[in-house]
Structures are given as structure tokens and as C-alpha cells.
């Protein structure tokens, strides 16, 4: 891994000396870094104002070069690396945002930063609603060359994810901790998924735990590299609609899936919806058309290629999900020649078995 001096500089900065994002982006306003890397001492007392004192003191102690080359040693051991503001492979958007993040630590595929992408957040406790409605709209967009972004937090993030991957699609996560802290630990191997087919990044410095406060800060990351954001639900005091905010802010499209009225799950995106009524968006098409993408050709069975109690179950589940002894009810079948019917439907994609004996399509 090739080191630049401006690397080494912010990463002392940050690890070492304790600056953060702003306060570095602060400094470079009016000095070189790699000039308070070589002159830290003569700059010290210069630059308190910025520092505050305990960083100022920091820096008097000097640049040790050994501890920001074990850093970057310890990152190429865990396949990881560093892109600082300036570098050919930091994003544009980024630029762009308040608080640009001064250092990006990565693992994976940092050329995914400069590929058109959509943020996708939602609540960690979604409902089979919000699940269901993720995976069917990530399915289609994954497949329209989009990035799809997320925080590989529970519930929509590690849906968002998972789904983007079993459909061949690329997909970054941004992470709230150090990029060699996987929380939570049971996205352990989503995390190693996607650092192995996407790109894994963090503006914290390794080893940093999850810390409360942190995750807000990433989500202007999460709509800083996305062209625009889809809330699929989200609850009331749900992180993603801080995301949503920063989307506006950043003047990106927002998307929200409506949820039901009476859903506590959902109400976040609702109330949203008040003030954003051009954000409803109904299908995956909705969003296919703001973006300008053009939709890949899917592969679908035609109407003509079933028989007719296919094509009967196909049109009462287009419309709500229903039980299985209600399809019973509805042609009429024994259980077992029903249960063949729908296992063959299930395979072929046309149906979905959910929770409780419950299809869809």
C-alpha cells in the first residue's frame, strides 16, 4: 500500500493528536498538514485556537512516525485502506456535503464511491410490511446498475444489503465504527460478504466501538455518496430520517414507501410524508423514472405460460396476502396437491411463502 504524505498526516491527526473531521477540514483552511506534520512544535501554539488545548498539547509532543506506520500496517494486515481528501479515489459528492469527512478507511472496492447510488435506511425492527416491501423494491433497483448504500445496521440496512448481493448487485456500507468493528456481531458475515463483492467504509478511526453519537455523523455519509435516498420505514425517533434530512440538505432526491396509518413502525415516514408529499413514491418504477435509469429487461413469466388456477392464485395475491387455507377455499384443491402447486410457483419466482402459512407473490 502506498503511503502519501498527506495520509500520513491526517491519520496522525485524527488517531493520534484526536482531531476530528471538522477541526481537520479547519486546519487545512489555512495551513498545509504535512507541514504541521514536519513542523508540529512552531505550529502548536499558532493553531490552539482551532486544536483546543489538550489537542494543542498533543501536538507538541511531536510526529511519531513509527505509531502512523503501524497503523497503516495493522489496516494492510486486515485488507484495508486509507483515501483522504485530494485523492484521485475520494468522491466529488462528498466535497460537497457539510463537514466533508476528512479520511475515509475502506475495505473492499473503493471504485463503488464513483458509481451512481441510492441510499437505502429504515427502521431496525421492521415490520413484515417493511421487510417485505424492502427486499421487492432493493431486488429491482439492484438489478438497474444502481449502488445501493446502507449502515449494515439490524433490520432494513442488513435487508438492503443482503438482497442487493443475492442479486449480483453492488452495495456500500457505511459503518459508525471503526472500519474493523463489526457491530452488530451477527452482520458478521454480512460484513465479510460485502467487503469481499462491495465496499466496506468508515470515517472513524479502527478500532472505534459503537458509540452512540457516531451513528448520526455517518448518515450524512450514507446521502453525501448517493445520488438519493429511499426511507422504506421508518419509526418516529428512527435514525434513517436523519438521513433523510441530510438528503434534503444536500438537495437529493428523497424516496418514502407509505406505510399503514395505524403502524407505530412506519409513522416516521409518514409524518415525513406531510411536509414531502412529492417523496411518495409506489413501485420501484417511480423511482426509475425520477432517476432517469433505464430498467434492465427482467425475465418474467407471461400470463399465457400458466394454467388456469395459476393464473387465479397470481391474481389474488397480486392483491393482498392471504392465508393458506384461504387458497384452499380458492381452487378448490386438496392440501397436498396445493402445497405441490405452490412449491412449483415458489420455485419458479411467481410466489413467495411468508410468515404463519401467509403467500404473496
Given amino acids: 500500500m502506498r503511503i502519501t504524505d498527506k495520509q500520513k498526516a491526517v491519520v496522525w491527526l485524527q488517531a493520534i ?3 476530528n473531521s471538522a477541526k481537520i477540514n479547519k486546519l487545512e483552511e489555512s495551513v498545509d498538514l504535512t507541514e504541521v ?6 505550529y502548536a501554539d499558532k493553531l490552539s485556537p482551532i486544536l483546543g488545548v489538550t489537542c494543542a498539547r498533543r501536538l507538541k509532543q511531536g510526529f511519531d512516525n513509527k505509531q ?19 485523492d484521485n479515489a475520494y468522491p466529488e459528492t462528498l466535497e460537497n456535503i457539510d463537514v466533508p469527512p476528512a479520511v475515509l478507511y475502506y475495505k473492499g472496492d473503493i471504485g463503488l464511491l464513483k458509481t451512481r447510488a441510492l441510499g437505502v435506511v429504515g427502521t431496525r425492527e421492521p415490520s413484515r410490511y417493511g421487510r417485505d416491501y424492502t427486499e421487492k423494491f432493493v431486488e429491482i433497483l439492484a438489478k438497474c446498475s444502481l449502488t445501493i448504500v446502507s449502515g449494515l445496521a439490524r433490520g432494513v440496512d442488513s435487508v438492503a444489503h443482503r438482497v442487493t448481493l443475492e442479486n449480483n448487485g453492488k452495495t456500500i456500507a457505511v459503518l459508525g465504527t471503526g472500519i474493523d468493528v463489526i457491530f452488530p456481531a451477527t452482520n458478521e458475515t454480512l460484513y465479510h460478504d460485502i467487503a469481499r463483492e462491495g465496499l466496506i467504509i468508515s470515517e472513524f478511526c479502527p478500532g472505534t466501538p459503537a458509540l452512540a453519537f457516531n451513528f448520526p455523523e455517518r448518515n450524512r455519509i450514507i446521502s453525501g455518496i448517493s445520488n438519493a435516498v429511499l426511507i422504506t420505514e421508518a419509526g418516529e425517533k428512527s435514525g434513517s430520517l436523519i438521513t433523510a434530512d441530510c438528503a434534503i440538505k444536500q438537495n437529493k432526491d428523497l424516496f418514502i414507501i407509505p406505510s399503514a396509518l395505524n403502524s407505530p413502525r412506519g409513522m416516521g415516514g409518514n409524518r415525513l410524508l406531510k411536509t414531502c408529499q412529492a417523496a411518495m413514491v409506489l413501485s420501484p418504477d417511480d423511482i426509475i423514472e425520477a432517476m432517469g435509469i433505464k430498467p434492465q429487461p427482467q425475465k418474467r413469466a ?3 405460460q400458466l394454467d388456469f388456477i395459476e393464473e387465479k392464485l397470481i391474481e389474488a395475491l397480486t392483491y393482498s396476502e392471504l392465508h393458506f387455507d384461504d ?9 397436498s396437491d396445493l402445497n405441490a402447486l405452490l412449491v412449483r410457483m415458489e420455485i419458479v419466482g411467481l410466489v413467495k411463502k411468508l410468515d404463519n402459512n401467509y403467500y404473496g407473490v
Fill in 68 to 86: 502512523v506506520e503501524d497503523i497503516f500496517r495493522d489496516l494492510e494486515q486486515k485488507g484495508c485502506g486509507v483515501i483522504v481528501r485530494g
Fill in 37 to 42: 506534520m514536519r513542523q508540529p512544535m512552531s
Fill in 302 to 304: 407471461s400470463a399465457m
Fill in 327 to 335: 387458497l384452499i377455499d380458492l381452487t378448490g384443491l386438496g392440501v
Fill in 17 to 19: 493528536v484526536g482531531l
